[in-house]
T-cell receptor
Framework: SQELEQSPQSLIVQEGKNLTINCTSS?????LYWYKQKYGEGLIFLMM?????EEKSHEKITAKLDEKKQQSSLHITASQPSHAGIYLC???????????FGTGTRLKVLA | EAGVAQSPRYKIIEKRQSVAFWCNPI?????LYWYQQILGQGPKLLIQ????????DSQLPKDRFSAERLKGVDSTLKIQPAKLEDSAVYLC?????????FGEGSRLTVL
């Protein structure tokens, strides 16, 4: 079974709509990362969350870490075609800086 | 600041041949990771180094994969002999600790 589950697996939204991607862990999260990836390219760092209740924003993307629920959410406000790609959550679930990743959420934004 | 460098970017080989990938992490980053990302999946951790010592290699198929990090800087990942299912992008990442930075990846196609 996957230790980090992402949902939904894929998402198609109309430009301008808001959307949320979730990442849930079966174990305690010691640190959680959000990355964006385009096909055939490397991972682009978006945000890192470490403390329960922490929330960070960058441009129109906001990420929250709910430590009690062992999950994080990534919210995009007023989506644009440039937001399209694969969003990956990665986390340290052992406290040893061993980072594992979810299966990714494929986002398509229709103009 | 220079990022994580990887080479080659692309490699095509026939099954049973060998291949090697090279990674140069960000200067000063003690921890280095190799991930395998199969198309449509999230990155899977193969091996984690702390300086030149192995921290975790539990998911490395040791009968065909090997990795080393001489002098705690550059690292090489080798596959010998390659199988069709090894076709993937091999991602190198480094951290200091905490922030995790990825290279562009090396795309391997095994025919």
């Amino acid at each position: 079974s996957q230790e980090l589950e992402q949902s939904p697996q894929s998402l198609i939204v109309q430009e301008g709509k808001n959307l949320t991607i979730n990442c849930t862990s079966s174990k305690t999260l010691y640190g959680l990362y959000w990355y964006k990836q385009k096909y055939g390219e490397g991972l682009i760092f978006l945000m890192m969350l470490q403390k329960g209740g922490e929330e960070k924003s960058h441009e129109k993307i906001t990420a929250k870490l709910d430590e009690k629920k062992q999950q994080s959410s990534l919210h995009i406000t007023a989506s644009q075609p440039s937001h399209a790609g694969i969003y990956l959550c990665g986390a340290d679930i052992s406290g040893t800086y061993k980072y594992i990743f979810g299966t990714g959420t494929r986002l398509k934004v229709l103009a | 600041e220079a990022g994580v460098a990887q080479s080659p970017r692309y490699k095509i080989i026939e099954k049973r041949q060998s291949v090697a990938f090279w990674c140069n992490p960000i200067s000063g980053h003690a921890t280095l990771y190799w991930y395998q990302q199969i198309l449509g999946q999230g990155p899977k951790l193969l091996i984690q180094f702390q300086n030149n010592g192995v921290v975790d290699d539990s998911q490395l198929p040791k009968d065909r994969f090997s990795a080393e990090r001489l002098k705690g800087v550059d690292s090489t990942l080798k596959i010998q002999p390659a199988k069709l299912e090894d076709s993937a992008v091999y991602l190198c990442a480094s951290s200091f600790p905490g922030e995790l930075f990825f290279g562009e990846g090396s795309r391997l196609t095994v025919l």
